[in-house]
């Protein structure tokens, strides 16, 4: 049974740090790109940040690069979302995904797996 299941969420205040993780069941994570989505009340469903699965390479947002970094460790089937300096507008459900495709990929439908999501609140 596939299972991706995201925690760390929380509230934090303006400028302060999470770090979410995302752990996989029910299939081998090194063989599949993995990204994280976040959504927003009232807004669509946004890409965040994604990893490779062939050379772990990586790619953000405009919104949270320098801020947010990702990794993952195929060995403890774990994917990673460091999230440093946190804004207001970062609030949202924060979502992993699983892909089969070993490139990252921004768009949801090349994802196969996705998890429940943690919430993520950033306020005063």
């Known amino acids: 049974q596939v299972q991706l299941v995201e925690s760390g969420g929380g509230l934090v205040q303006p400028g302060g740090s999470l770090r979410l993780s995302c752990a996989v069941s029910?299939?081998?994570?090194?063989?599949?790109?993995i990204g994280w989505f976040r959504q927003a009340p009232g807004k669509g469903r946004e890409g965040v940040s994604f990893?490779?699965?062939?050379?772990?390479?990586?790619q953000y947002a405009d919104s949270v690069k320098g801020r947010f970094t990702i990794s993952r460790d195929n060995a403890k089937n774990t994917v990673t979302l460091q999230m440093n300096r946190l804004k207001p507008e970062d609030t949202a459900v924060y979502y992993c995904?699983?892909?089969?495709?070993?490139?990252?990929?921004?768009?949801?439908?090349?994802?196969?797996?996705w998890g429940q999501g943690t919430q993520v609140t950033v306020s005063s």
């Open positions: 029910g299939f081998t994570l090194e063989y599949y790109a």
């Open positions: 990893i490779s699965s062939a050379d772990g390479s990586t």
């Open positions: 995904a699983a892909s089969r495709r070993s490139a990252w990929s921004s768009r949801e439908y090349e994802y196969d797996y």
